[in-house]
């Protein structure tokens, strides 16, 4: 029998008391669509949300009271999320999960196109030459694809929910012939660097940009330039806007 909201409270409060954590008296739990995340948690006011992916509705209840443990151990700080759960983390690396949450991913998402021929600029071109510079050929090609909106909050993005090897989407404000070429290399760089480096998990939160990442990315021949480039597509977009084009300006893109 599915796993549904009732059930799931009543775990999250069995789980609490294995480990002993103390839990805000409401609890509000649902399942929802998510991209990405296997569930998320907000505290706020004296109650505790939290949203399953969808993904899970049919899962088997020991997997459901092994996220529970994850959930709670996340939620409470009375242990580390890794350490318990474990028959939880052995389902999310299981292919009919995995596969489930592609499907759902690409048919629910609406922020790429999987096209990685741009205007003004080839991924899987960008792609093969960075590899062959900097990873020797060593990766395989993931699904490459453009935003399909300008966006100002960050330059690209690397997925591992797609299989077999990933999903790299870099910003549309990139695929223009006025941006350097060395621009589009180093921003595809940083995110191929994303398929070899490992997420650390600190407090319970995944932590992509550790030291050691940071250290690989300044291998970029001119890692150096790309701040102050960044800096002109803003300017540029910027100006675009002032004349009536569509959008927003929002935050700077963040690497």
């Given at each position: 029998m599915p796993t549904g909201p009732s059930e799931m409270e009543g775990l999250l409060r069995e789980?609490?008391?294995?480990?002993?954590?103390?839990?805000?008296?409401?609890?509000?739990?649902?399942?929802?669509?998510?991209?990405?995340?296997?569930?998320?948690?907000?505290?706020?006011?004296?109650?505790?949300?939290?949203?399953?992916?969808?993904?899970?509705?049919?899962?088997?209840?020991g997997v459901m009271a092994s996220m529970a443990e994850v959930i709670v151990a996340r939620a409470s700080g009375a242990a580390r999320p890794r350490e318990v759960g474990i028959r939880f983390w052995a389902y999310v690396e299981t292919d009919p999960l995995r596969e489930r949450m592609q499907r759902n991913y690409l048919a629910r998402q609406r922020s790429f196109d999987p096209?990685?021929?741009?205007?003004?600029?080839?991924?899987?071109?960008?792609?093969?030459?960075?590899?062959?510079?900097?990873?020797?050929?060593?990766?395989?090609?993931?699904?490459?694809?453009?935003?399909?909106?300008?966006?100002?909050?960050?330059?690209?993005?690397?997925?591992?929910?797609?299989?077999?090897?990933g999903l790299i989407v870099i910003n549309c404000l990139l695929d223009d012939p006025q941006v350097p070429e060395f621009v589009l290399e180093g921003t595809m760089h940083h995110e191929m660097l994303h398929m070899l480096k490992d997420t650390k998990v600190v407090n319970g939160r995944r932590v992509v940009h550790t030291s050691e990442f940071r250290r690989a990315e300044m291998d970029f021949d001119r890692y150096g330039e790309l701040r102050p480039e960044y800096r002109k597509v803003l300017n540029r977009y910027a100006r675009r806007l002032s004349r009536g084009s569509q959008g927003s300006r929002g935050r700077r893109p963040r690497r």
């Open positions: 789980a609490a008391r294995g480990l002993r954590a103390r839990l805000p008296r409401r609890l509000q739990v649902s399942f929802r669509p998510l991209a990405e995340a296997y569930f998320r948690t907000t505290a706020r006011g004296g109650e505790l949300r939290v949203v399953v992916n969808d993904a899970f509705d049919d899962a088997p209840v096209e990685p021929n741009g205007r003004a600029w080839d991924l899987d071109d960008l792609f093969d030459r960075v590899n062959e510079e900097y990873f020797e050929g060593a990766l395989e090609r993931p699904m490459l694809g453009w935003t399909r909106r300008p966006i100002t909050y960050r330059w690209g993005w690397y997925s591992s929910m797609v299989r077999p090897h």
